[in-house]
């Protein structure tokens, strides 16, 4: 059998029609360098793509639906049943009767990837491109620039981090005079923490990282382009037609891979219409087919029922897995929300090795390791570390301990690599693979993939873990600060609970938008199931076996609050006391109070990027949740799609 069918016209339809497409007032102008006629043209081609996006989103909302109304959980898909949109069973692709890809030679050894923006929240060229520099000097081995849930939104962040990766891609003037600053500071830290400098020849290592991106999932609209209609359009199709149109040809010069990083797939059908954009864009631009490759980032419960059909649908576009842990564990709840036997404890207690995360990364390392039908294997790179090494002398070293710790536990599960989040971490977590030696793990020896009952079951495994108003606390006070550093546009950003603030025995966290999802989630599932505590609490008078009741919610929601507007403009900038902070405040009540749970937090913060009107905000979620109840529909697309665009900061990069 073959892998996905060739978009369109191999099943019997009439070539597509291009949907008409409307740019916010401005972007043309200030972003000529990105919106050029043959970014435009790329994206024209691949608009048709839009319809059926928005069908599987909606299809979507309709399996949350009705698993809730009939407390049904996910299952396993019919053996015999065909992958939608391609030539497949389910079988065939489980039994490794696809043709898969080679790992082309630069994703060979993927040790340590990197993550992170190329771009700053309303900073000039100057200072965005030296997120850029810090990445590509930093040691990784990949470099994941994020255009999704650690990049602001707010003003033309999406458009400025694609700005920035053409400018260093293209070794721009700019851009090289900062790398060398850069990298004398990078000298400098090193010289402090190792006794020696990180970079011996800054040039050189420039071409050391492959590059990787991340555009925003099938979930979320752009906020610059929309359907001529006023609908919303894709964040998905524009963030990969103007990276890949813009920088294809300065990797392939360079001999590097073009890779992305899919994120949020919940079905195999939804890989597979990745798998249409991707050809459709290799054959837009005159690409050998398999041009572009991609790992998928294993985020939703449902997804890992469907991993061998992912990998399938995805075809020669796939080289691996990622195995995160925010958004699945955001996932598992949501898709359990119905179920009030279903609660999960505090969230420094689900690890990766705690009951159903302990299932699921099983499973990936036997979905790659299962060959396809050319006897290739598929790469699995491991979760993320979020620790960052600034701190007490006592903080740093035992911060780093559980780091490494980790990092050896996943080397000695199979997993080829691993995420960081922070450029320091690569120097302290990457050598736990150059120890191992071993370029990867692919084909190493694991069991069969198996699809019983009983692997259903193990994939919503609970185990015993405390409940406690210290762990409600901790929710809510990064839930609260995640909100507000998003209205900022800070989508990665360095937090820890309230009650911290000033120990530095406590590290701070490199956290994106998954913290602020798993944070409401979980308290949304304490409130309604009526979580039952498992410790005393002096300072609530809470007793182990009390339920989180909405009288608690509602005071640790007032307290954790007077914590962080008390707070030193440190931890939270004192511009945002009066203006984010008091709308993300409003989202995280409305959110956690809702009688049905709103799919995603992200929606809500997106709705009240770039104003500061707090009666705005309430009326904005109000409508969203009250839809939403109503007809099961998000709203996602940009409600100041027309209001004047900020002149862009600094012009163009030189």
């Given amino acids: 059998m073959g892998q996905s069918e060739e978009p369109g016209a191999s099943r019997g339809e009439n070539p597509p029609t291009m949907m008409a497409l409307e740019y916010r007032a401005g972007v043309e102008r200030d972003y000529s360098d990105l919106f050029t006629p043959a970014a435009k043209e790329a994206l024209a081609s691949l608009s048709h793509w839009d319809a059926d996006r928005v069908s599987l989103m909606e299809a979507r909302t309709r399996r949350r639906s009705e698993r809730a109304r009939h407390k049904r959980r996910i299952e396993f898909l019919d053996p015999d049943r065909l992958i939608p949109r391609t030539k497949l069973t389910v079988r065939e692709a489980r039994e490794g009767k696809f043709e898969g890809s080679e790992i082309p030679a630069d994703l060979q050894r993927q040790w340590i ?4 923006p190329a771009a700053r929240p309303g900073a000039p060229p100057e200072a965005s491109l030296r997120n850029v520099a810090y990445a590509l000097l930093s040691g990784a081995d990949g470099w994941m620039f994020d255009g999704e849930d ?6 033309t962040m999406s458009l400025d981090n694609q700005r920035n990766l053409k400018q260093a891609y293209q070794r721009s003037p700019l851009f090289l005079r900062i790398a060398q600053e850069v990298a004398g500071e990078m000298n400098a830290w090193g010289q402090q923490f190792f006794g020696r400098p990180i970079i011996s020849d800054w040039e050189k290592q420039l071409d050391f990282t492959t590059k990787i991106f991340r555009p925003r999932g099938l979930h979320l609209d752009d906020r610059h382009v929309r359907r001529a209609d006023g609908r919303g359009f894709s964040a998905s199709l524009v963030d990969t037609a103007l990276y890949v149109v813009h920088n294809h040809q300065a990797l392939r010069d360079g001999g590097s891979s073009i890779v992305l990083y899919l994120p949020k797939i919940q079905t195999a059908e939804e890989a597979a219409l990745w798998n249409d954009i991707l050809s459709s864009l290799e054959a ?7 041009t572009l490759k991609v790992y998928v980032l294993i985020e939703q419960v449902e997804a890992s029922f469907q991993l061998m059909e992912i990998r399938a649908a995805l075809g020669q576009h796939f080289v691996g897995f990622n195995t995160g842990r925010w958004d699945y564990i955001n996932s598992v709840s949501d898709a359990l929300a119905w179920d009030a036997g279903f609660v999960n404890p505090n969230i420094d207690a689900i690890t990766m090795t705690y009951g159903y995360m302990r299932n699921y990364e099983d499973r990936v390392r036997r979905a790659v390791n299962t ?5 290739r294997f598929a790469l699995w790179q491991g979760g993320m570390e979020p620790n960052i090494p600034v701190g007490s002398k006592e903080g740093v ?3 780093m301990r559980k780091a490494v710790s980790g990092a050896e536990r996943e080397q000695r599960e199979g997993a080829s690599g691993k995420w960081v989040a922070h450029w320091k971490m690569v120097h302290i977590v990457r050598p736990v693979w150059e120890k191992a030696g071993e370029a990867n793990q692919l084909g190493r020896k694991f069991p069969a993939l198996t699809y019983t009952p009983s692997d259903a079951d193990g994939l919503f495994e609970l185990e015993p873990a405390p409940c406690t108003v210290r762990g409600a606390r901790d929710l809510l006070s990064v839930g609260l600060q995640y909100g507000n550093a998003f209205g900022q546009g800070f989508q990665a950003a360095a937090l820890k609970p309230a009650d911290y603030f000033g120990n530095d025995d406590v590290l701070y966290l490199m956290e994106d938008m998954a913290t602020g999802e798993i944070r409401l989630s979980i308290l949304w599932e304490w409130l309604h199931k009526g979580a039952g505590l498992t410790q005393d609490d002096p300072s609530t008078r809470s007793k182990s076996g009390d339920p989180f009741s909405a009288e608690l919610f509602q005071r640790l929601l007032e307290e954790e609050y007077g914590k962080l507007h008390g707070a030193g403009n440190r931890d939270v900038h004192d511009n945002s006391k009066g203006t984010t902070l008091p709308i993300a405040r409003e989202i995280v009540q409305a959110y956690v109070t809702s009688s049905i749970k709103p799919p995603w937090y992200v929606d809500l913060l997106n709705l009240n990027l770039n104003h500061h009107d707090l009666e705005e905000a309430r009326r904005r979620i109000g409508s969203y949740l009250e839809t939403f109840a109503g007809t099961g529909a ?7 799609f027309d209001r004047p665009l900020p002149r862009a900061k600094g012009g163009h990069p030189s």
Avoid: C, E, F, V
Avoid at 371 to 375: F, L, T, V
């Fill in 371 to 375: 060959p396809d039908k050319s006897g």
């Fill in 284 to 290: 837009h631009l005159g690409m050998p087919s398999g």
């Fill in 397 to 399: 070293a035992s911060s």
């Fill in 634 to 640: 998000r709203i996602t697309q940009n409600l100041d």
């Fill in 150 to 155: 650690a990049l602001g939104q707010i003003s």
């Fill in 113 to 116: 990837q990197g993550t992170g």
